[in-house]
């Protein structure tokens, strides 16, 4: 079973110039390959696989002005995401057959800067030390532990938030814990009114701080008006 286990990390000036540079790379390879697949579609032609999509926006654009640029980051991120433009597409074809399960899902989106950024590194693009990360054509990204990985990570993901904070997020192979079994299981019902019901009729109420503080809230606003 895999399993993703988060980390905050601490870029310096330098290595957050080149997770930019990074982070563009992979946007404009996702977004040139949509547009492509899309005018695919429209002129009735099936969706280009991987490896075309990689040999036309990766290997000849390197070889263009316009996207000359490209060889300055890894490799492997951007062939990444090809990999998670099949998904994506996948996961539409199959909700719109009712194929899968859960809400309707919609066709690939264009990225955006202004979005959360992300690239994924596989074996071969990253080395786990004791107290930072190796990216390559990043460096060693200094990191925070608030735990132990149990077994040795697949694969990292970069991630910059909307609040311009960076994080690692490792996909490690875990055994899914097996509990005793028990006569003593009880189901719980979350909601509003009533913070718990159980399954045996035992219910639990909803704290409500504001009313228990609600007449030292009114001593406190008057003393103020006063």
């Known amino acids: 079973m895999k399993a993703r286990f988060k980390y905050r990390i601490y870029p310096t000036p330098g290595q957050k110039y080149r997770l930019a540079k990074l982070f563009g790379c992979v946007r404009v390879v996702w977004n040139d390959s949509l547009a492509y697949c899309q005018q695919r579609y429209k002129s009735g032609e099936k969706k280009s696989t991987n490896s075309e999509l990689q040999k036309l926006f990766i290997t000849q654009a390197k070889k263009t002005e316009e996207r000359e640029w490209l060889s300055e980051v890894s490799n492997i991120p951007l062939q990444q995401s090809f990999n998670y433009l099949n998904q994506a597409y996948q996961n539409f074809f199959k909700s ?131």
Request: proline fraction near 6%; aromatic fraction near 8%; hydrophobic fraction near 35%.
């Open 96 to 226: 719109t057959q009712g194929k899968r399960k859960g809400r309707p899902v919609k066709p690939p989106k264009f990225k955006s800067r202004k979005s959360k950024q992300t690239a994924r590194f596989t074996k071969g693009g990253f080395k786990v030390g004791q107290n930072k990360v190796y990216l390559a054509k990043i460096g060693k990204l200094k990191i925070i532990w608030s735990r132990e990985l149990p077994t040795a990570a697949s694969s990292v993901t970069v991630i910059k938030d909307s609040a311009h904070k960076y994080f690692l997020s490792f996909v490690v192979e875990i055994q899914p814990e097996i509990l005793p079994q028990t006569d003593n299981s009880v189901g719980i019902d979350l909601g509003i009114k009533t913070f718990a019901t159980f399954s045996d009729g035992t219910k639990v109420d909803a704290p409500k701080p504001l009313k228990k503080r609600i007449k030292k809230l009114r001593k406190v606003k008057f003393v103020i008006i006063s």
